[in-house]
């Protein structure tokens, strides 16, 4: 299980919009990386916006914010449209990422039990090293508390 302390296990995923993005060249930069579990659902969405409300701030800090999802390229373009989004959207279709970084669980609702992505966000310093976790998110207040920590590490 990947902790605070251990290198973030690096990627290259496309985008939103086309092109890719690699982790490890955003370095010295901090990532922020947010993985939720669907385009266009209610508390993704609220996440989604929170993150994009707060762009500038985490900008001035220093820090590139990415969400990952499993959806698909055409998804993640029609979800930032459709919502205004400013945060770059990356799909992990083979789950390869979600499963690197341990947010692939098995989930309930209403009496089922299914795999998803759980609600977690990584705060990756500028040398590509786990700072901070957050699972099991919740969606009020989150981005705050995230932009404190990155604004921790000035």
């Known amino acids: 299980m990947i ?3 251990h290198a973030a296990p690096d990627f290259t995923l496309p985008r939103d919009g086309g092109g890719a993005v690699t982790l490890s060249d955003l370095r010295p930069a901090p990532v922020v990386l947010y993985f939720y579990p669907r385009d266009d659902t209610s508390g993704c969405t609220k996440q989604a916006l929170a ?3 707060a762009l500038a701030e985490f900008v001035a800090a220093g820090a590139v914010v990415l969400g990952i999802s499993k959806d698909t390229i055409a998804k993640h373009d029609k979800f930032r449209d459709k919502h205004n989004l400013g945060v770059a959207l990356l799909s992990d279709a083979e789950n390869e990422i979600c499963e690197a970084y341990g947010v692939w669980k098995q989930k309930s609702m209403y009496g089922k039990t299914f795999f ?3 609600r977690s966000t990584f705060l990756i310093d500028g040398e590509g090293r786990i700072n901070r976790i957050w699972r099991k998110v919740k969606v009020p207040g989150h981005v705050e508390e995230v932009l404190e920590a990155v604004q921790a590490l000035g």
């Open 3 to 5: 902790d605070t302390g």
């Open 51 to 53: 993150f994009t409300e």
């Open 116 to 118: 998803g992505i759980e």
